[in-house]
């Protein structure tokens, strides 16, 4: 993570995909055993039989008139990955997810005009009926509830203001004479400020959403003159698939029958 934070403090674009690319897919290894949970034998027809009265015996399947794939069940199993700290790590971000929608979120803000899209291990997407004369950057202003909660709690996870940053850093920046070294500093304390553990940021905000389900969704953030249109689709080239767009998430929706629509939704609320 460390070297996450430098590499965006520098403008490493590079160094940050790569850090963060390293951190997710060692997760993901972590939470994965190799170890294969089947043992299969290829069998004539008597050899079959006689795999039946097999302790170990689970199933048989028909390849060939005189062939057959026969599956025992494992007496033992070996794991050489550390699942036992991959499902720790799921647990906990399960854990503080919870935690930041139910003791956070809900109190401090009227729930009545927010509605929740969809969840992912570390990510929420939310609808949020605001002050339609402000843009998108007024965040969750226009629908407190609890403004003393807010003021307690606000800034211990989401970012601070680059103000309060610059003031309650002022004993540090008056040490650098520098203008430019100072306005770096700066800019380093609001990275690590909003890479705090256990911290949370805004990563899109937008105008439209529709979403099918986690990671697969069309979104218009109009405000983002640099990618105003952002399509997630996990495991699926976007590039190869340029018919994957508004007109097709529409069309998805709108052209299932009853029955996928009732399926469609179960999909969405799980």
Sequence with gaps: MQQRIQSKIEGNSGGEQFSKITMNSSYGSDGMNQEHFSDIKLCDIHETFRKHLNGRFKSDRKLADNLYAVEFEQ???????????????????????????????????????????????DSMMLAVAGDPKQNYKQG???IIKDKEFYDSNFQKLFPKPK???TNESQPQLTKIVDEGQRKLKIKELQIQDEKKPLGVAYEHCG???IALAPKNYW???????????????????????????????????????????KEYFVKITY
Aim: net charge positive; charged share 25%.
């Design 140 to 142: 969750f202003s226009a």
């Design 207 to 209: 105008s439209t959403l």
């Design 75 to 121: 007496q033992k199993f070996n794991c050489k990955t550390c699942l036992q700290e991959a499902f720790a790590v799921l647990d906990c971000a399960k854990y503080w997810f919870m935690n930041f929608y139910y003791n956070f979120l809900t109190p401090m803000i009227d729930m009545n005009r927010v509605h929740l899209i969809y969840c992912d291990t």
């Design 219 to 261: 979104l218009r953030q109009e405000f983002d003159k640099k990618d105003p249109i952002v399509v997630k689709l996990k495991g699926m080239s976007l590039k190869m698939n340029p018919q994957i767009n508004k007109d097709a998430y529409e069309n998805n929706i709108k052209k299932r029958d009853y029955s996928q629509r």
């Design 163 to 165: 103000q309060v940053i």
